[in-house]
């Protein structure tokens, strides 16, 4: 009795497999053919194993594994008897039998990343569909490395990792790494109190107790943001990814392409890519100093006309938006607009009523009212409205009118159409009348001049104004696509 024997039993088990299937067999379908010819196939193969009286306490149904050519055996004393369909050997099983063989199981690659040390260092347990290690964390390396100066990537060794896991394992009461990340499955809210032990970690490590000096390590950025929420945010989007990156290193050298439960960590340094906040960072860094150059653009802008002659559009743009509305600035921008050259667009309307009417065209001549483009004075302005006075009286009256489409809002009612001009009951829209204006609406928009409309017999001061896209998208978005008239 012995080892042949248990040999020969599973070789004669494949043998009539073979037969009646035509191909070999794998581990688990040899186990579950054997079980089919005989229910208590376990006993029998353990009284053929050590011939005692003791039937189960070298193999038994609940202490063994099959995968793919390996089937595996575990006694009650935890040693473990390795069959390999093969090349039909059957051997007691060394810690490095167990090492190579686990080493390729874990991740179908034989790198290295499960050693003897890690299985003589272990309690191994043994499970039809897992294989579980009882013990703490195993460290692969231990090389201190902190910040990779110049690229905004944090590296933390494995041996801080392994601290962090620990602590994170101490703070939910579990009673190993395991349990810690079942307990992170089934319960994602508990990833956010974890975070603070990340927290703590970097303000100390890389801060000295301070999250502003930390982030800025993390990040080699030389300046912050002046805005605290911009940096708060930054730091707390910090401390998640490298959270993830601390709990990514258990589970991508644990979890396995065959259901085998790998309990034991393998933890390696852990780096953690921060280029993407740096990026936003610096964007905010950018857009405060922009701020803070048109600022001073402004003031030398105020009434210095050689100094506005200089400025590109979008430099006077910037001036407008920082609230320096003067007259010669003012002048500047609408100037630059009546020749075709500007960053902004010039929508015309009226309100009455708690009605809105702004004049459109169908541009593209596809029935819809498609976007900003197509309000009337959008692309040239004032000479877009001029355009419907065929008579060239100065004004747009009577048939005029029916070609002239207007956007109707109305807030009270919560209606949006369009119509032609006519059909809405108006009556004149007087361009003689128009007066410049360039001062501030109430919306904060540029009104460069003012004009009469006619309707149903009364006469309605309208709008010409200088507007932006986004307010445009803004005001009028959820319109876009509508039918016209």
Not at 2 to 18: D, H, T
Not at 327 to 345: P, V, W
Not at 414 to 436: C, H, P, R, W
């Amino acid at each position: 009795m012995g080892i042949e024997e248990l040999k020969n039993s599973f070789n004669a088990f494949q043998k009539l497999y073979v037969q009646k299937h035509g191909k070999e067999a794998d581990a688990d379908e040899l186990v579950n053919y054997a079980k089919s010819q005989n229910t208590d196939i376990f006993s029998t193969w353990d009284t053929l194993f050590d011939n005692d009286a003791n039937v189960g306490n070298s193999i038994n149904s609940k202490s063994y594994f099959a995968d793919g050519n390996n089937l595996l055996f575990q006694s009650d004393d935890g040693k473990v008897t390795a069959f390999n369909l093969a090349d039909g050997t059957v051997k007691q099983a060394t810690n490095a039998d167990m090492a190579k063989m686990l080493d390729q199981l874990d991740d179908d690659k034989t790198n290295n990343s499960i050693t003897t040390e890690m299985i003589a260092n272990s309690r191994m347990k043994l499970g039809s569909d897992k294989i579980d290690f009882f013990e703490s964390l195993n460290v692969k390396d231990k090389n201190v490395e902190t910040n990779d100066t110049g690229n905004a990537k944090v590296t933390i060794s494995s041996e801080d990792t392994q601290k962090l896991l620990n602590t994170m394992i101490q703070k939910t009461a579990s009673a190993n790494i395991h349990e810690l990340m079942q307990k992170l499955q089934a319960d994602p809210k508990l990833a956010d109190q974890l975070q603070d032990t990340i927290s703590d970690y970097i303000k100390n490590v890389f801060g000295g107790g301070n999250s502003t000096t930390a982030l800025k390590t993390l990040t080699d950025m030389g300046q912050l943001p002046q805005s605290a929420d911009a940096v708060n945010q930054a730091y707390q989007a910090a401390v998640k990814q490298v959270y993830n990156s601390v709990i990514k290193s258990f589970t991508d050298n644990s979890k396995t392409n065959h259901d085998i439960q790998f309990v034991l960590g393998d933890i390696h340094a852990t780096q953690t890519d921060l280029s993407g906040i740096k990026l936003n960072l610096q964007t905010q860094v950018n857009a405060e100093e922009a701020a803070r150059a048109a600022a001073e653009a402004a003031k030398k802008a105020a009434n210095d006309q050689t100094v506005l002659d200089s400025m590109t559009n979008i430099e006077l743009q910037a001036v407008w938006d920082s609230g320096n509305h003067n007259q010669a600035l003012g002048d500047e921008i609408h100037e630059r607009y009546a020749q075709g050259d500007r960053s902004m667009h010039d929508p015309m309307g009226f309100n009455l009523d708690g009605v809105r009417f702004d004049f459109i065209e169908d541009k593209n001549k596809d029935g819809k009212f498609d976007g900003a483009n197509e309000f009337v004075g959008y692309d040239n302005g004032w000479n877009e409205l001029k355009k419907y006075d065929d008579n060239g009286d100065g004004k747009i009256s009577g048939k005029e009118l029916e070609d002239l489409e207007v956007l109707v809002t109305d807030d009270k009612t919560g209606k949006t159409y369009t119509e032609d001009a006519a059909a809405l009951g108006i009556t004149n829209v007087d361009l003689k009348s128009f007066q410049q204006k360039n001062e501030v609406n109430k919306e904060g928009n540029l009104l460069a001049g003012l004009f009469d409309v006619e309707i149903k017999d009364k006469k309605i001061v309208a709008e010409q104004t200088f507007d932006k896209d986004e307010y445009l998208e803004k005001k009028y978005g959820s319109y876009y696509g509508i039918d016209m008239a």
